[in-house]
């Protein structure tokens, strides 16, 4: 069993930043994919960042050279890093954890605001 728990989210002005955690719990090995998704008001979920192996990292057009994720294996976490946010970032942002058998797990979500 894998649980994830999202903190990091908030409000926040165009242009600023936020740091969003994931601590994880449970057997996730470092060949399992993490990652990232959002979902805005009246949009399906979509694909933020990802990142396996501590190598192997797949970001969305729209977030290139803005956002950055990173995986500490010691504490288990993911991290997304956040700058230069848009109100288009907006968003109820979830972490997933993919295991190698494709079992899919999800946080709660966190949300993020950017204010105009």
């Known amino acids: 069993q894998v649980q994830l728990v999202e903190s990091g989210g908030g409000l926040v002005q165009a242009g600023g930043s936020l740091r969003l955690s994931c601590a994880a719990s449970g057997s996730i090995f470092s060949h399992d994919l993490m990652g990232w998704y959002r979902q805005a008001p009246g949009k399906t979920r979509e694909l933020v960042a990802t990142?396996?192996?501590?190598?192997?990292?797949n970001y969305a057009d729209s977030v290139k050279g803005r956002f950055t994720i990173s995986r500490d294996y010691a504490k288990n976490t993911v991290v997304l890093q956040m700058n230069n946010l848009k109100p288009e970032d907006t968003a109820v942002y979830y972490c997933k954890c993919r295991l190698s058998d494709h079992r899919d797990y999800w946080g709660q979500g966190t949300q993020v605001t950017v204010s105009s």
């Open positions: 990142i396996m192996s501590g190598a192997f990292r």
